[in-house]
């Protein structure tokens, strides 16, 4: 027979009825609970709005402080190799002058993005590998297979281009260091490209559409927005430049919507840097910054129209493939490629 009740008990005891919980309630969720694509991620209940919006605060400062430490050892670094002094190697740099080690710094600097995005990841609250993709981490035969098809894109357009403009306009020569050179832009290109992705497709793109109640507005405006700034930040004042900057921009934001991560933009961004960058220790590299009015021209929208073409073929295989596209792991559902044409009504920030 149960015990007599005390006084204050109202005839029960206190464990009866079912187990009681002690301590402070448990805190919301930072992952998806309902399914998400890969702009909205961040669209959590754990995640308040504030949270995406100091991320790319930060994301801004570390990238210019990455960037100037960075330049400022590779100013001392080229110094010292040359033999000369720092005020000159720095006057080179303000000439508009790029040296071998001030290029390759300049890679280094952007792939060192990557770490820095997976801390600002945390900070809104979710593990670095969840802004890889909507299945936490890199899928590297994904990744592989959409470098295949956007390198042989990104090949033919020079292919092409070059053979009408003549090879003899390369102007292919041995100069000192070339090999050395040469192992750095094999070595350092991917992750140059990779940390631009992780930075404005992942952080800038994921924040701005997150914040955004609206499943599609929210990637589109998140994919204007950081094609916007991915041109500013390359400083051309040659209109051709721009629209192609802007335009490849939002192909990679839409390879990322459309596929569920950054493995597809990033494979495409790395193969076109690749083959843009593979014959510069053959070359005179010095004004390779050089973006300014005319040295564009609208030889680009075959490039852009390539591209687009290597972007279609990798949504269908995409699809074929059955690659994930949006999951909600903290709702404990099995991560599944179907990916429904409307999703349930987004959680509000808070």
């Avoid at 998400?36 to 995406?52: D, L, S, T, V």
């Avoid at 919006?53 to 960037?67: N, R, Y």
């Avoid at 001392?76 to 002058?97: P, R």
């Avoid at 991915?230 to 004042?237: C, E, P, R, S």
Wanted: charged share 10%.
């Amino acid at each position: 027979m149960p015990p007599p009740a005390q006084p204050g008990n109202y005839g029960a005891p206190p464990h009866w009825g079912g187990p009681q919980q002690w301590g402070p309630p448990p805190k919301p969720p930072t992952l998806p609970t309902e399914p998400r694509e890969y702009p909205a991620f961040w669209r959590a209940p754990g995640i308040k709005a504030w949270r995406p919006i100091l991320a790319i605060i930060l994301g801004a400062i570390g990238f210019f402080v990455i960037s100037m430490v960075v330049t400022i050892s590779a100013i001392l670094l080229s110094a010292v190799i040359t033999g000369g002094s720092v005020a000159e190697e720095f006057l080179k740099l303000t000439d508009g002058i790029i040296t071998p080690t001030v290029f390759l710094a300049n890679s280094v600097s952007l792939g060192l993005l990557i770490p820095l995005t997976f801390l600002l990841s945390r900070l809104v609250g979710q593990k670095g590998g969840w802004l890889s993709s909507v299945v936490g981490r890199v899928r590297w035969g994904w990744l592989m297979k959409c470098f295949l098809v956007s390198f042989l894109a990104v090949g033919a357009f020079f292919v092409i281009g070059t053979s009408i403009e003549g090879w003899s306009e390369l102007e292919l020569s041995l100069r000192p260091g070339w090999w050395l050179l040469l192992i750095g832009v094999l070595v350092v290109t991917p992750f140059q490209a990779a940390g631009e992705e992780y930075l404005v497709r992942g952080v800038l793109n994921r924040g701005v559409a997150s914040l955004i109640p609206m499943r599609t507005l929210g990637a589109i405006l998140g994919a204007v927005v950081s094609s916007g700034v991915f041109m500013l930040l390359h400083g051309a004042g040659d209109i051709w430049l721009n629209i192609t900057y802007f335009t490849m921009g939002m192909l990679f934001s839409y390879l990322a919507w459309r596929t569920g991560g950054l493995e597809a933009a990033v494979a495409m961004h790395a193969a076109n840097n690749l083959v843009a960058l593979v014959f510069l220790p053959f070359q005179d590299i010095s004004d390779i910054f050089n973006r300014e009015e005319g040295t564009g021209d609208p030889a680009v929208l075959l490039q852009l129209l390539l591209l687009g073409v290597a972007a279609f073929i990798i949504v269908i295989m995409a699809r074929r493939g059955n690659i994930v596209r949006a999951t909600a792991p903290a709702s404990g559902a099995p991560m599944v490629p179907v990916s429904p044409p409307v999703f349930a009504e987004p959680l509000g920030l808070s």
